[in-house]
């Protein structure tokens, strides 16, 4: 059974910081690896997926890396911005499941003026 | 409306209550999910229907009935609920190809956050 897990659980930083999110799975069978962010109280806003035969995927500030065979992907947030605070999720879809996602319990992320 | 919109977007009822959650999404796609989510427990998907079809029940108890009456609209009946089963419940959508295994990007809607007294 395929597992996730996202650490660290919580995290505060600076403006203008550079940080790391980590994510990983005990499964290294998936067709892709997608990072959520979800505001308090709020649903999930896509932010990038990658494909399993894909190394990285960007978005302006956002660099996502996969290594599928460590079982690993990191989001990495650059300059960060008091409105990146939000909860950011990672989930992947295993082999075999059609776009059944399996998700970590997020990093709680705070960016302080 | 764009995207997948969600209504109510917050539900108080009591254990002998019936409801509904409606769920719509204005994307063009066929597939369709509902997913739970507690606090401090990792989102579990619930339901998944492509193409109309339910395919996937994940041991969800059968206080919870799922309708997808066609592809863009999917409601979650609710009835007898137990206060554990208060949550915020996401609906979401994905395109699918037919018979194929789906890599495509799910689009989620705000949620209903539901109080079960």
């Known amino acids: 059974k395929q597992e996730v897990t996202q650490i660290p659980a919580a995290l505060s930083v600076p403006e203008g910081e550079n940080l790391v999110l980590n994510c990983s799975f005990t499964d290294s069978a998936i067709y892709n690896l997608q990072w959520f962010r979800q505001d308090p109280g709020k649903g999930l806003t896509s932010l990038l997926l990658i494909q399993s035969s894909q190394r990285e995927q960007t978005s302006g500030r956002l660099n996502a890396s996969l290594d599928k065979s460590s079982g690993r992907s990191t989001l990495y947030i650059a300059a960060s911005q008091p409105g990146d605070s939000a909860t950011y999720l990672c989930?992947?879809?295993?082999?075999?499941?059609?776009?059944?996602?399996?998700f970590g319990t997020g990093t709680r992320l705070q960016v302080t003026l | 409306e764009t995207g997948v919109t969600q209504t109510p977007r917050h539900l108080v009822m009591g254990m002998t209550n019936k409801k509904s959650l409606k769920c719509e999404q204005h994307l063009g796609h066929n597939a369709m999910y509902w997913y739970k989510q507690s606090a401090k427990k990792p989102l579990e998907l619930m339901f998944v229907?492509?193409?109309?079809?339910?395919?996937e029940n994940n041991s969800v108890p059968s206080r919870f009935s799922p309708e997808c009456p066609n592809s863009s609209h999917l409601f979650l009946h609710l009835h007898t609920l137990q206060p554990e089963d208060s949550a915020l419940y996401l609906c979401?959508?994905?395109?699918?190809?037919?018979?194929?295994?789906?890599?495509?990007?799910?689009?989620f809607g705000p949620g209903t956050r539901l109080t079960v007294l």
């Open positions: 979401a959508s994905s395109q699918l190809v037919w018979r194929t295994i789906g890599v495509y990007e799910q689009f």
């Open positions: 229907y492509n193409f109309k079809e339910q395919t």
């Open positions: 989930a992947v879809v295993n082999t075999g499941t059609a776009s059944k996602l399996t």
